[in-house]
């Protein structure tokens, strides 16, 4: 008998034998032949972003032990998601989704590398996984830069003429020297630039830049592009030697629904560089975006030869009027002031990869593909004889035998199988054990396997979830008890939408307070529009928001209310009211539609009718209900009310009514603050003593920190 007729009768026996349910004749036998010493290309990871927004700027306010289990679910090995890759942002002051982040140099002459919270998740992360990849690239940047010194493209759109400069090189390396000094980490890899088009003269620059100025091993991805045409460059690097040298790794985003060409890959491995989809978007709910997960990564590397995908994004630590706040993540951590958060299915997604492999391993060859009823899976090899395979079944038209005929160089032990399905996730099923080099699975339709001869895995889970509860009310801060630098600057519970509102001295050095420090418009990552930051509850009706403003000359200042939209994620006009002030004492009454548009009416006849008797100023719609001149200047404090009662907004100013309207376009929402700006000016304005109240309520005790809610950093470090 030959030896592939005694191989066959094998395995067929052993579909009988073995399979963890039976066999008819209706299921489809699907057979996968793995050759430990196949070789393969290097799995370079899957995990999250962090960034492309704020996406964790609450998560930093939450109580202990809450906050530790929510980085342990996503970062600890062997216990949630497990990823073993991650993806940040450099914060660059402006509003890049769910918000804008602190960066390192607000101005040319400025440097700090204790601001914001970034430089403490990626630290959290790699403590708990010291294996973690860390990569990352810049959607906005401070406005100074590109505005001196050498270009390197002289047409650009959307801030890239600007960007793709001298000064952009100096301002990634500046960062990974902090990174470095002052935080004790170093990246693997790093883009460009976040989805802003192509520079070949940037690339070259920054490779230069990295390879000069002490940063040889961190390599550079290019270009993290969305559009069809995303990888068209790909060709231009096999004619241009300095190019190719210059970019380690071919990198796009969503590769999910996009199929690389078969040039694109051949083109790859001929100059020896890997693929990788450095942002994907799996926007489902439930079950439906767990398997959605790992069909993404599954059909990412067989599809398209990406050998690292990371999922935008990992913690939704934002308020929940934000954009995006729930489907894509893994974990809600929306209430830092009650500690409760919610864990999503999602993230048994990850799990099912995360756990079974880790950076190094092995696509192993010939064993990957697609399932013929429906589903796909993928083979990894560890550098030893341990291996995993990955299995989803989506829209599968009906159960199918999986047999596995395990060759040369992979290990005898049995296989561990966790399973996945809309009922329940991330379960540990009977182990398969090997007979005569064979293992047999019968898949069920819409579920997830992982089939590994590795051990330790956990459903990791914590018990002591504290109950959800609203949004402290009565609510005053007055900014005082911070230790600035411990907090990176960040009074809790403040998200900042665009711009930068850190805590500081008082000018008139009588504590501390609030003040947006950005000077001048930021390179926008999306349409921009003024400096504003939120916090509070969206089911707020009635009450008032108050806050002490201080205007340097030429401010413009005001506080917000009702806010029940914050944008769509590209793009971040509100809806809802502001009061402004400006240092000639002019004062208006607003309402912003989340528009540019103002002949855009929505509403019944009465809003309508309301705005056509308006007045649109703006890119955001705004609608003036009403102006007023009071005694005001810059260098003084000057107390703002915004009160709402039914639909009578009034304007107070130090106490006095200075403007009312009759309004029913919103009729609850958020409170925030915001600082004005123009075409080349951003206001810096302080704010104190910030109270959100009842109308005319009696002033509540200031704001503590709970017992158990502490700072990011070291004291003073």
């Not at 430089?119 to 830069?145: H, M, Q, V």
């Not at 009310?641 to 609850?668: M, P, S």
Request: net charge neutral.
């Amino acid at each position: 008998m030959s030896l592939s007729r005694r191989f066959y009768l094998l395995a067929t026996a052993s579909v009988a034998l073995f399979a963890s349910g039976k066999a008819t004749a209706q299921t489809a036998t699907h057979t996968v032949r793995l050759d430990g010493t196949a070789g393969g290309k290097r799995f370079d990871g899957i995990g999250v972003v962090n960034g492309g927004g704020a996406t964790s700027v609450l998560l930093k306010d939450y109580p202990e032990p809450q906050r530790s289990q929510i980085l342990d679910l996503l970062y600890k090995p062997k216990f949630g998601a497990s990823v073993s890759a991650l993806l940040v942002e450099i914060p660059g002051d402006g509003n890049s989704t769910q918000g804008s982040m602190l960066s390192h140099m607000h101005t040319r002459d400025d440097l700090n590398y204790g601001r914001g919270y970034m430089w403490w998740i990626l630290k959290e992360a790699k403590k708990r996984n010291p294996k973690l990849s860390l990569d990352g690239t810049a959607w906005s940047a401070p406005g100074w830069i590109g505005d001196a010194g050498e270009h390197f493209d002289k047409i650009g759109k959307n801030g890239n003429v600007e960007f793709f400069s001298q000064d952009a090189v100096d301002y990634y390396i500046k960062w990974l020297e902090g990174l470095r000094t002052v935080h004790g980490l170093e990246f693997d890899a790093i883009g460009v630039r976040n989805e802003k088009g192509v520079s070949y003269g940037f690339a070259k620059a920054l490779k230069k830049g990295l390879m000069t100025r002490g940063f040889e091993k961190v390599k550079l991805h290019a270009f993290d592009n969305w559009p069809k045409d995303k990888l068209d460059f790909v060709p231009d690097l096999l004619n241009d030697k300095e190019l190719r040298d210059s970019i380690d790794i071919i990198s796009a985003h969503t590769f999910t629904n996009f199929k690389n060409t078969p040039e694109v890959i051949a083109a790859a491995e001929q100059m020896g560089k890997p693929i990788w989809n450095t942002e994907d978007h799996v926007y489902l709910k439930g079950f439906d975006c767990t398997i959605g997960i790992v069909k993404a990564f599954n059909q990412n590397f067989i599809e398209s030869g990406a050998t690292k995908v990371v999922n935008w994004y990992d913690i939704a630590g934002v308020y929940p009027t934000e954009p995006y706040p729930e489907d894509p993540a893994t974990v809600l951590a929306w209430e830092p002031w009650s500690g409760h958060y919610r864990v999503r299915e999602a993230l048994w997604g990850y799990a099912h990869y995360g756990q079974f492999s880790e950076i190094g391993w092995t696509y192993l060859n010939g064993g990957s593909g697609e399932l013929p009823q429906g589903g796909s899976y993928v083979t990894l090899k560890s550098p030893g004889e341990d291996y995993s395979v990955i299995i989803e079944t989506k829209g599968a038209k009906g159960p199918q035998t999986l047999s596995l005929f395990i060759g040369n160089g992979l290990s005898s032990q049995p296989l561990c199988v966790w399973k996945s399905d809309t009922k329940v996730q991330f379960i540990r099923q009977p182990d398969l054990q090997p007979h005569n080099g064979v293992v047999s699975l019968t898949l069920e339709p819409d579920a997830i396997y992982s089939l590994s001869t590795t051990t330790g895995q956990q459903k990791g889970s914590f018990a002591d979830i504290p109950a959800s509860q609203p949004f402290p009310f009565p609510y005053l801060e007055t900014f005082d008890g911070y230790d600035a630098r411990a907090h990176g600057y960040l009074p809790r519970y403040t998200a900042d939408i665009a711009g930068a509102f850190e805590l500081t001295a008082r000018p008139d050095t009588k504590g501390q307070c609030l003040r947006q420090v950005v000077p001048v418009p930021t390179i926008s990552w999306a349409p921009d529009w003024q400096p504003y930051t939120i916090l509070g509850d969206a089911a707020w009706t009635d009450y008032e928001i108050s806050a002490d403003v201080w205007l340097t000359e030429g401010d413009t200042a005001g506080v917000m209310g009702r806010i029940t939209h914050v944008g769509t994620g590209y793009g971040f006009i509100p809806k809802g009211y502001y009061l402004e002030l400006k240092d000639s004492g002019d004062v208006r009454l607003i309402a912003i539609r989340g528009k540019k548009n103002p002949k855009e009416v929505v509403g019944d006849a009465e809003q309508q009718r309301l705005i056509a008797a308006g007045k649109f100023e703006g890119d955001g719609g705004e609608l003036v209900f009403g102006t007023a001149k009071v005694k005001a200047r810059a260098g003084q404090w000057h107390r703002l009310t915004l009160r709402f009662e039914g639909q009578t907004i009034t304007g107070l100013i130090d106490g006095k009514a200075a403007v009312t309207a009759t309004n029913a376009l919103y009729d609850k929402g958020m409170a925030g603050l915001l600082a004005g700006q123009d075409k080349t000016r951003v206001s810096r304005p302080y704010f104190d003593n910030v109270l959100i109240n009842r109308v005319k309520g009696k002033t509540p005790k200031p704001a503590m920190a709970q017992a158990r809610q502490t700072a990011i950093y070291a004291k003073g470090g």
